[in-house]
């Protein structure tokens, strides 16, 4: 009998993993397997280096203690990292509303389509003709980073999900969405998802407050360090010093009221129709006494904290300790595993959303691994036949008959074959030593050909393979590209939504955020070519300014000549993009243990932006004043013009001023040599 599919869905939160098994029980229910859930040493920080190493210590853990070897894997992403952006359709035929879809993303999305991963997801009442539609993205280079440690733990995600999705997943499973809206709060460590529900649809916002914010509070209040005052927050239920604790945290609470309140508020004036049922709390900040309370007296809305799961078999882990105590922060990675059983067909109404923002080339890597070990069995097979005819043919030996034949020097193997048949005795000794080395000879040329054949197939299977090798080191490289690039400095420090990005720099009147002053660097365009002897490449036509870095006669030659088409709104042009940009690279790419190094980075002589030639003109200003990007509806046609005047889609500011460049250098596909076999060359 086939073993039950199961599912593990993985929630890595700043503050600790949380991990749950699931596979169907029948009856549309699940069954909790196993699970996990462990702190972290420390709260996860901002630091890209830190991050990694932690998420990588968290899932070492994990995978000491389960095997997953046999189970489909679902990754759960930070909500604060994704878009989501819902608009409703016009009546159309089905197969029509990916079309629209598309053109709907691209006017939703502020950024080009080909630097994000998106999909979409459908959601229409019954018996009703309105569709709308959710559009849910990431950028690349979030997700490919988000999921790098995963990669080099050996995890191979099936599909990645929003954590804020994943919620919706698991409550709707449950049956908490009946009738009426819904608010669901799953309250994080540093964010909150806010998510408006119903039975067919879903409205969801980030807040950038969550459970450290209360910590922070006490910090402040008690003098205390940060995890003292964890702890006192934690324990305050049954301290004798609750009403203090409470009097420290209540400005925190008044400030999650406001930022729930304006976001219920903005949602009420969408969907007029919309009736607020009921708050469901979610994540152990809710454990926070007075704060269930404090919620339902200042929003006017009862306040549920769920205490078990309904649709659940859950015997296997009634007496796992994390279970009992920790059941609310198991519902990310409990909607991450339905999702994943859906996928798998075991459940197929397990999930209500299952889109899945898993970048696509990593969807093909995972599918070539798992038919690598068929190309390995067919090329086997086709060694064993070749073997087989082979020794058919030598079996043939004790067949021969005794006529005799003519000596001959040279046999094909037909001739050999039937000499072999009707014997060669009756011949002096000589001759017949003759005869039967002739066609000893022609056996051994014939098993030579079988044996070529099979090594043409050995041959073309190590190359795929070493192909595919090859493809695993491009996470690093596009990693390292990704730490090169200069961080905005000052107010604009950290700063990623588009809309915060747009506020500050319209509201300075100081000048600090003056485009010119700004460290940032834009990647538009990356081409990469494989060499087999990348050492011997020229990198450009034409001379370089900076020192570059001459290594002696590597012993792997092969790699990548990688080569960016970047745009800098700073005014030092070259050599800020060389004081930041070319260093950096040159430093990150020199690391040990990573598989391959950067050996030389040239900058080509760049040109302001407005020297591009082009045709069109700006499009009109979208009514919100806000960047381009944002208009539901295409501009409309202008007089073809021989320039073009360029606006920042974030800030609608002209980018006539900004540096273009391009910045080519090569990536051998070797461990850095050792400092005595490398040499430093002032080039020209």
Known sequence: MATAVSVWGIDVGRCALKAIKLRPAGDNQVQIVDLE?????????????????????????????????????????????????????????????????????????????????????????????????????????????????????????????????????????????????????????ENTNLIVATDHGLWTRTIPLGGNKFTDALVKSFKLNFAKAENLKRTAASSKYARQVFQAM?????????????????????HREAELKRVIGLGNAFKLPGLQKYLQQNLQLPVDKPESFRNVDSTEVN???????????????????????????????????????????????????KKRPFLAASAACLMLASGIVWFRRQTDLGAMAANAGKPVAKVSYVRATDLL????????????????????????????????????????????????????????????IHRALPQPQGALAGVDDPEKIYALVSSDKTGTLARGKRTEIYIERMTT???????????????????????EEPEVKKGFVVTLECRTPNQDKYRFVADTFKTALMSFGAKPDMGFFINRVVIAGGRDF????????????PPSGRGRGRNKKAPPPRKKLTTVKRYDPVTDEPMDSDWVFEIRFDVILADLPKKEEAKSDQGV
Do not use: C
């Open 250 to 270: 209540r400005p925190v609470f008044a400030e999650f009221v406001q930022e729930l309140s304006r976001s219920l508020g903005f949602y009420r004036s969408t």
């Open 421 to 480: 048949n009707r014997g060669v005795s009756g011949l002096p000794p000589r001759e017949e030593g003759a005869t039967w080395l002739a066609v000893a000879k022609a056996f051994q040329a014939e098993m030579g050909k079988y044996k070529n054949s099979g090594q043409i197939e050995v041959d073309r299977s190590n190359e795929i393979l070493q192909l595919q090798r090859n493809k695993a080191v491009w996470p690093a490289i596009l990693s390292v």
């Open 529 to 551: 070519e494989y060499k087999d002897d990348v050492t011997k490449t020229d990198l450009w036509d034409v001379v370089s300014r900076e020192p570059k870095v001459v290594v």
């Open 610 to 621: 407005s020297e591009k030639k082009g045709k069109g003109t700006r499009p009109p200003p």
């Open 37 to 189: 859930y462990f702190e972290h040493p420390s709260v996860i920080g901002d630091g890209e280096g830190r991050q990694f190493q932690q998420i990588a210590e968290a899932l070492e853990k994990f995978l000491a203690n389960h095997d997953i070897t046999k189970d489909k894997i679902v990754v759960g992403v930070p909500g604060q990292h994704t878009l989501a952006r819902f608009s409703k359709l016009p009546p159309v035929e089905p197969k029509k509303i990916p079309d629209i879809v598309r053109y709907e993303a691209d006017q939703q999305i502020p950024f080009d389509l080909d630097d994000v991963i998106w999909d979409y997801q459908t959601f229409q009442e019954e018996d009703a003709p309105d569709v709308e539609v959710g559009i849910f993205a990431i950028k690349r280079e979030l997700i490919r980073d988000y999921l790098l440690p995963f990669e080099q733990s050996g995890i191979e995600p099936v599909a990645v999900q929003s954590s804020p999705l994943a919620v919706y997943n698991a409550m709707k499973f449950e049956g908490r969405l009946d009738s009426g809206a819904s608010v669901l709060l799953d309250v994080g460590a």
């Open 319 to 369: 007496n796992h300790e994390a279970f009992k105590e920790q059941l609310p922060s198991f519902v990310v990675s409990f909607g991450l595993a339905l999702q994943g059983l859906e996928a798998t067909k075991a459940m197929p109404k397990a999930a209500a959303i299952t889109s899945n923002l898993l970048p696509p080339e990593i969807v093909k890597h995972v599918i070539w691994r």
